[in-house]
């Protein structure tokens, strides 16, 4: 008979690729090198609590994924975190802080299953903002281009 991985093994792992991804990007202009600077850092240590996450619920650590989810929030609160001024990313910034407590209530309940789903959840909170940054990012060059251009 075969066995069938579980589907929170599977949104556990598509989850964490995508964290991954999003993390190395949201503290670049484009053209500009990943390191070093400063919100880059910052969100490498982000990237580090979200691994540690991870860990807590492979191993179902229950105490780490509580430390770890509060760390998240903490750093959701610091200045290096508003990479942006705009209502958007600041309702960005409270649902990710929202999944995040989310995800400590689970595991304060021992409950893995809803812990790992939180998990995905603030996975997927991280790629939608980082998403949205990279978009005003962009629109920005783009209009800082035109008036170079216009300027000329």
């Known amino acids: 008979m075969k066995k069938r991985w579980p589907m929170a093994a599977i949104l556990l792992t598509l989850a964490g690729g995508a964290l991954l991804a999003s993390v190395a990007v949201v503290g670049q202009q484009p053209g500009e090198d990943l390191e070093p600077n400063r919100v880059g850092k910052f969100m490498r240590a982000k990237l580090e609590h979200a691994e540690r996450l991870l860990e807590g619920l492979t191993t179902e650590d229950f105490d780490m994924l509580v430390r770890e989810s509060q760390a998240l929030v903490l750093l959701s609160e610091a200045a290096e975190w508003q990479v942006l001024e705009t209502a958007d990313y600041a309702a960005e910034s409270s649902e990710f802080r929202r999944a995040a ?25 991280c790629v939608h903002c980082h998403k949205y940054v990279r978009s005003v990012r962009l629109a920005n060059l783009n209009d800082d281009r035109r008036r170079r251009d216009a300027a000329e």
């Open 101 to 125: 407590d989310g995800l400590k209530k689970a595991a304060r309940d021992k409950n893995l299953d809803a812990a790992a789903l939180r998990y995905v959840d603030l996975t997927l909170k």
